[in-house]
């Protein structure tokens, strides 16, 4: 059973970048697409963006300009850079992996950032 | 981007009640949606994909349907551990986008 952890900072000041790993135990990482989804407490989600394991990437152009997603095959780990932080990017973070059949099954719970001086 | 609208956005209903959640897209997305259950502090848990296929595991009273612009998700009699929170999601184009929710509680 594939299961997903994320893990970072729960607490990032205004203007600096947010990172988070997500990891991945029960399964390889290889051969798989790995996204980011987020959901201000109280509101709906958001998709992030994605990586496949061999390192392409796909972004939602809202975010574009200030996100990065990683992956580290050798640590069965993927990674999530958010720059210039404000409190709109305050939210629950969550990670997930698409099956084969392009859809989303597994989920890291989530991890509560804020954004605060 | 396509935007989901999902109503009611709170419910409130009983044990044993039918319940139907609607999810509405901006423009067709042919049967590329999926349904999550979200409670506090847990993982999301996937329902139905492909608009109307029960993920394994999951409970029959779980069921979907819709194709093109309206889809429906149905529990056909609300036990206990149903009340959450669902999410729609369509999986027809970039970027992925989800609906608002609806919350499902006791009344």
């Known amino acids: 059973q594939v299961q997903l952890q994320e893990s970072g900072p729960g607490l990032v000041k205004p203007s600096e970048t947010l990172s988070l790993t997500c990891t991945v135990s029960?399964?390889?990482?290889?051969?798989?697409?790995w996204s980011w989804s987020r959901q201000p407490p109280g509101k709906g989600l958001e998709w992030i963006g994605y990586?496949?394991?061999?390192?392409?990437?796909n972004y939602n152009p809202s975010l574009n300009s200030r996100v990065t997603i990683s992956v580290d095959t050798s640590k069965n780990q993927f990674s999530l850079r958010l720059s210039s932080v404000t409190a709109a990017d305050t939210a629950f973070y969550y990670c997930?992996?698409?099956?084969?059949?392009?859809?989303?099954?597994?989920w890291g719970q989530g991890i509560l950032v804020t954004v605060s001086s | 981007d396509i935007q989901l609208t999902q109503s009611p956005s709170f419910l409130s209903a009983s044990v044993g009640d039918r319940v139907t959640i609607t999810c509405r897209a901006s423009?067709?997305?042919?049967?590329?949606l999926a349904w999550y259950q979200q409670k506090p502090g847990k993982a999301l848990k996937l329902l139905i994909y492909?608009?109307?296929t029960l993920q394994s595991g999951v409970p029959s009273r779980f069921s979907g349907s819709g194709s093109g612009t309206e889809f429906t998700l149905t529990i056909s009699s609300l036990q206990p551990e149903d009340f959450a929170t669902y999410h729609c999601?369509?999986?027809?184009?970039?970027?992925?986008?989800f609906g608002g929710g609806t919350k499902v509680e006791i009344k």
């Open positions: 997930a992996k698409r099956d084969n059949n392009g859809y989303y099954i597994y």
């Open positions: 029960g399964g390889s990482i290889d051969s798989y697409y």
């Open positions: 990586i496949y394991y061999s390192g392409t990437t």
């Open positions: 423009q067709g997305i042919s049967s590329y």
């Open positions: 492909g608009a109307s």
């Open positions: 999601q369509q999986l027809h184009s970039y970027p992925l986008t």
